[in-house]
């Protein structure tokens, strides 16, 4: 393979978002694509193969258009764009970067980051009914967050409802102290967390106080009708079959829900059914409902989710094969 290089211009005020700290960006293009870039007076030398060269230049491209359009270029956004210029669908990050959904009230843009969250975001607008599946850290509940605070505010719907099963993650934390409110609020601190972090604590308070906002435990849904209303169901893998089928036919005229789950952190009592794996399985041919699956190459946390999630994924997949295998040799020897 001959070795060739080229060049690329790179606005001065872009360097260093694009570089990142210590070049630490630009290291992570040269270890993927096996080439060697040098960056001097506004102007970066890939120099490589022909084949892997063309990727590294688009992957360049790529990020300066984002810095241009006011992103601080992130490790996820690198990768990211290494992983799409592998698969040839590096226009896609613009086009992704181009879908706003609302500002958070420290003024940062709240857009989908992958194209799994893009399909995400676009099954929200055209589905009543959306099931959001992944691993942690991929944005599911964020971004359903982000979607309803932007319906509500167009005056789409009248109001917004927050829930989830109220449910320890393996561990018994025993009695709580104070009143009903005060014992479910732990399990709706994350749900608290992105309202503030949106709409702001002095919004979400004078809303919440009209009745306009409401984050109660899933078990406060029975025998209710929500008209109007943009409805989350979070942590769905922790509700029974039972309590999903009361969830899903609450639902009135007007509304939408997004049901969001990792169905590989179950919290429920050894031999329980998840009522969102049972929902998938029933549910899964109505047209007006809508499965948006997301992986380990969604996770917009620190990188190192990524590879935890990756990880365990590939532990779980060997050990399913492995168990599956022993019970193949045990029905062949009787």
């Known amino acids: 393979m001959s070795i060739v ?3 690329i211009d790179i606005p001065a005020e872009h360097e260093k978002n694009i570089f990142g700290q210590f070049d630490s960006f630009i290291k992570i293009i040269e270890k993927t694509l096996n080439v060697t870039v040098v960056a001097r007076n506004g102007e970066i030398k890939i120099i490589g193969g022909q084949q892997n060269i063309t990727k590294a230049k688009s992957v360049f491209v790529q990020l300066t258009e984002l810095s241009k359009r006011g992103n601080t270029i992130t490790e996820q956004n690198v990768n990211y764009a290494l992983s799409l210029c592998l698969e040839e669908k590096e226009e896609a990050i613009l086009e992704i ?25 676009d099954q929200i607008r055209k589905k009543m009914i959306v099931f959001g599946i992944g691993p942690a850290g991929t944005g599911k509940t964020y971004l359903a967050m982000a979607m309803a605070i932007t319906a509500f505010k167009n005056g789409e719907v009248g109001k917004i409802i ?12 025993g009695f ?6 005060s014992k479910v609020d732990p399990y709706l601190r994350p749900l608290y967390d992105a309202l503030y972090q949106i709409m702001g604590p002095d919004s979400y308070m004078k809303n919440a106080e009209k009745g306009l906002i409401e984050v109660a435990p899933l078990a406060y849904m029975r025998g209710r009708t929500l008209d109007n209303a943009f409805i989350i169901l979070d942590e769905a893998q922790n509700t029974t079959p039972a309590q999903m089928k009361m969830f899903l036919t609450r639902i009135g005229f007007g509304s939408k829900v997004v049901v969001t789950g990792d169905l590989t952190q179950k919290d429920l009592p050894s031999g329980t059914k998840s009522g969102l794996e049972q929902a998938v399985k029933v549910l899964n041919k109505i047209d007006d409902i809508g499965f948006s699956y997301l992986t380990n190459q969604d996770v917009v946390r620190h990188p190192l989710v990524q590879k935890i999630v990756k990880a365990y994924d590939a532990y779980e997949t060997r050990m399913s094969r492995t168990e ?3 019970r193949e040799r045990k029905n062949r020897r009787s």
Do not use: F, M
Request: net charge positive; charged share 25%.
């Open 324 to 326: 599956r295998g022993g």
């Open 97 to 121: 970067d181009s879908d706003l959904i609302c500002h958070t009230i420290q003024g940062r843009a709240i857009k989908p980051k992958t194209l799994g969250q893009k399909n995400y975001v």
């Open 162 to 173: 927050l829930t989830r099963p109220a449910i320890e993650a393996g561990e018994k934390l």
């Open 176 to 181: 709580l102290p104070g009143d009903l409110q």
């Open 5 to 7: 290089e080229t060049t």
